[in-house]
């Protein structure tokens, strides 16, 4: 299996397979508009700029299984994201990433690549580092800086 097996809804409220971004290397994040991590939203928004060109995707999650630090609307989560940090990498809708009701993507993830004292991811800003082939190559958790993960992402563009 890989992430192109499955497909979200999009903050717009469209299913998008993730197969459309087979070749592609991709930062998965699961986000909030209300936590500490959240200003993570400029620097990724930055690898963004930066890397799209040579193939870089980044995909935002919100959730609201912690501490309730993503309560509004899909719509009111992306006017939050433009406004505040201008960000244009794919947002899609609000799911769980633990439990018994995570998205299916995040049952994938958290499988292949499991945290140090459990496999479920423990607050937002997580962070999933797939290869061009839509394998799991790394974890980072929610306080690593995006600007911490630049060189990793360089390696996978160049691989």
Same mark, same amino acid.
């Given at each position: 299996?890989?992430? %192109?097996?499955? +497909?979200? !809804?999009?903050?717009?409220?469209? $299913?998008?397979?993730?197969?459309?971004?087979?070749?592609?290397?991709? /930062?998965?994040?699961?986000?909030?508009?209300?936590?500490?991590?959240?200003?993570?939203?400029?620097? /990724?928004? $930055?690898?963004?700029?930066?890397?799209? #060109?040579?193939? /870089?995707?980044?995909?935002?999650?919100?959730?609201?299984?912690?501490?309730?630090?993503?309560?509004? *609307?899909?719509?009111?989560? *992306? $006017? @939050?994201?433009?406004?505040?940090?201008?960000?244009? @990498?794919?947002? @899609?809708?609000?799911?769980?990433? !633990?439990?018994?009701?995570?998205?299916?993507?995040?049952? %994938?993830?958290? !499988?292949?690549?499991?945290?140090?004292?459990?496999?479920?991811?423990?607050?937002? @800003?997580?962070?999933?580092?797939?290869? !061009?082939?839509?394998?799991?190559? #790394?974890?980072?958790?929610?306080?690593?800086?995006? $600007?911490?993960?630049?060189?990793?992402?360089?390696?996978?563009?160049? +691989?």
């Amino acid at each position: 299996m890989t992430i %192109y097996d499955y +497909s979200a !809804k999009t903050l717009m409220g469209e $299913e998008k397979p993730l197969k459309d971004y087979e070749g592609k290397p991709v /930062l998965i994040v699961n986000t909030a508009s209300e936590c500490g991590f959240t200003p993570q939203f400029k620097g /990724l928004q $930055e690898l963004y700029d930066e890397f799209n #060109e040579q193939g /870089l995707e980044i995909l935002g999650f919100p959730c609201n299984q912690f501490n309730n630090q993503d309560p509004g *609307s899909d719509e009111a989560i *992306s $006017e @939050f994201c433009q406004r505040n940090y201008g960000v244009t @990498f794919q947002m @899609f809708g609000k799911v769980d990433v !633990k439990g018994d009701e995570a998205h299916p993507l995040f049952q %994938y993830l958290t !499988k292949e690549a499991p945290g140090m004292l459990t496999k479920q991811i423990k607050w937002n @800003f997580t962070k999933f580092l797939v290869n !061009k082939h839509g394998k799991v190559i #790394e974890r980072f958790a929610p306080q690593t800086k995006p $600007e911490n993960i630049r060189d990793n992402i360089v390696e996978e563009i160049n +691989s």
